[in-house]
């Protein structure tokens, strides 16, 4: 099962931005570019792929328990992802009339794409909600909710890297009036993609 979309990324697409799932590139990219899929057969072993397609569950799983699979992996995808992802913006900036464009990613920090953006944005909320916000998004425990989070940057350190924070702690109301600020603000102070 897809993961389902952050509601602050659907909430910008909704308004007219266009927006790009770094999870959806990787996903693509891990199940179509051959060379990075034998380079995940031969870290995590066959059982990586059922039928041409990511055994996420599988995966997840083992990178979550395996603290050095889960950095070589990143390793290996993550400069896969940034590169189609830049690609996309110079297609984005050559055939449509954008003046910026939503990257939604977990791992911005973590990858260093940060470096490739502009601005980023860091919503947030309470650990325990957020912890039950996840548990219901992705059908999974609490327990692997926990090992994720612990994979990833603290959230004090990303909130203290982030140009935004958008805290997400009321109801999904509250979200969507700070998502239309904070896209009127993008509509104000980007110019078209391709202008220095």
Same mark, same amino acid.
């Given at each position: 099962m897809?993961?389902?979309? $952050?509601?602050c990324?659907k909430?910008?697409k909704?308004l007219?931005?266009k ?14 570019d ?6 995940i057969?031969?870290?995590f072993?066959?059982?990586a792929?059922?039928g ?9 799983d ?9 950095k070589?992996?990143e390793?290996?995808?993550?400069p +896969?992802v940034?590169?189609?992802?830049i ?10 009339? $954008?003046?910026?464009v939503i990257?939604e990613?977990?791992?911005?920090? +973590?990858?260093?794409f ?7 944005v860091v919503?947030?909320?309470?650990e ?6 996840i548990?219901?998004r992705?059908?999974?425990?609490r327990?692997?909710v926990?090992k994720?989070?612990?994979? $990833?940057?603290s959230q004090?350190?990303?909130r203290?890297?982030?140009?935004i ?7 999904i109301e509250?979200l969507?009036e700070?998502?239309?600020f904070?896209y009127?603000?993008? $509509? ?8 220095n």
């Open positions: 897809d993961r389902v979309k $952050q509601p990324a909430f910008l909704n007219g931005a927006v790009i799932y770094a999870d959806e590139v990787a996903k693509r990219i891990m199940e179509e051959e060379k990075l899929k034998r380079k057969k031969k870290l072993g066959d059982e792929y059922i041409g397609k990511l055994n996420r569950k599988f995966i997840s083992v990178i979550f328990s395996d603290e050095k699979k889960r070589v992996l390793s290996i995808v993550h +896969e940034i590169k189609k992802i690609t996309e913006f110079k297609k984005i900036s050559k055939n449509e009339n $954008q003046s910026f990257v990613a977990a791992l911005i920090f +973590e990858s260093g940060d470096k490739e953006l502009d601005y980023v919503v947030d909320a309470d325990e909600l957020k912890i039950k916000r548990m219901e992705d059908n999974c425990t327990e692997e926990l994720r989070m612990k994979a $990833q940057m004090s350190k990303k203290s890297l982030a140009d924070v958008i805290q997400n702690d009321g109801d509250a969507r700070r998502v239309k904070l009127s603000l993008f $509509q104000k102070i980007s110019k078209p993609i391709g202008e």
